[in-house]
């Protein structure tokens, strides 16, 4: 399948763009080569974890509530969420201040909506249960989370949610890498046999039904990057893409 029209800065809604130039200035996407957990090598990296400043949280934060007002209005089927969940740990920060940073943006339409959590380890004291704030039983529940590779943790949120009575209506992630799924020699052999796939996220939304967003793409990133960039970044980024772009 090939690839669409690629963005550019003067197509790239503000926010993606602040976001983005928070990421870098920060070294939350940092270039080299690293090794994920398909065995790819990856010529870029993103950590949410590194965003732990007032500043830094602030500017995730904002991107994730300008990407769920925007979702939520492109997909009117959509329930408005009763909840913000952030799957342990790193959606934890993710849903909270993003919940916050809602209110404060529209405060009439998310006053009324809660965050949770879920605990790694079931607490059998005090409150018990594994799941920290609200109930999830009988509520629509919109998931926050950081970057999805295989999907794996996304199966298992949709899986825990339901367990808990609720019901998840969408997934929202910081950093979508539209790449295809790994084959099944190349984690083993690092041999991709070059047959097209979905993404993780397109396996998800054809599974389950569940819609997907995320606050930029590698596509972004690309566009973001010219100009501003290292230009063997930016060429190792764009081969990157041509070699593992999602069909879907």
Same mark, same amino acid.
């Given at each position: 399948?090939?690839?669409?029209t ?16 928070s990421c870098?200035?920060?070294? $939350?996407l940092?270039?080299?080569?690293y ?13 949410a ?22 979702f ?21 920060p993710l849903?909270?201040s993003?919940l916050?940073?809602l ?5 009439q339409?998310?006053?009324?909506v809660?965050?949770s ?10 409150e018990g ?5 609200a109930?999830l ?6 998931v926050? %989370?950081? $970057?999805i590779?295989?999907g ?7 899986k825990?949610?339901?367990n808990e009575?609720?019901k998840?209506?969408?997934f ?9 799924m790994?084959?099944?020699? *190349? ?7 070059? *047959?097209?796939r ?7 939304r ?11 793409t ?14 063997? %970044?930016?060429?190792?980024l ?11």
């Amino acid at each position: 399948m090939a690839a669409p029209t690629q963005p550019t800065t003067s197509t790239i809604p503000a926010y993606k763009t602040a976001f983005l130039q928070s990421c870098l200035s920060a070294n $939350v996407l940092t270039f080299g080569t690293y090794t994920l957990k398909s065995g790819r090598q990856s010529p870029y990296f993103f950590n949410a974890g590194s965003f732990h400043t007032s500043s830094l949280l602030s500017a995730i934060s904002t991107a994730y509530a300008h990407t769920i007002i925007s979702f939520l209005s492109s997909h009117p089927s959509i329930p408005k969420p009763d909840i913000l969940f952030g799957p342990a740990y790193k959606g934890i920060p993710l849903a909270c201040s993003t919940l916050l940073e809602l209110f404060r943006l529209d405060p009439q339409t998310w006053s009324s909506v809660s965050y949770s959590f879920n605990r790694k380890e079931i607490k059998d004291h005090g409150e018990g249960g594994g799941i920290v704030g609200a109930s999830l039983k009988g509520k629509n529940v919109l998931v926050l %989370d950081d $970057v999805i590779t295989a999907g794996t943790a996304m199966r298992e949120t949709i899986k825990l949610v339901a367990n808990e009575g609720g019901k998840v209506v969408g997934f929202v992630v910081a950093l979508d890498r539209v790449e295809k799924m790994p084959g099944p020699r *190349e984690k083993e052999e690092g041999i991709d046999n070059g *047959e097209p796939r979905m993404s993780a996220m397109g396996q998800i939304r054809q599974e389950f039904g569940v819609q997907t967003a995320s606050i930029v793409t590698l596509d972004d990133l690309i566009a973001v990057l010219r100009g501003v960039g290292d230009e063997g %970044d930016i060429v190792r980024l764009e081969e990157y893409r041509r070699r593992y772009f999602a069909s879907d």
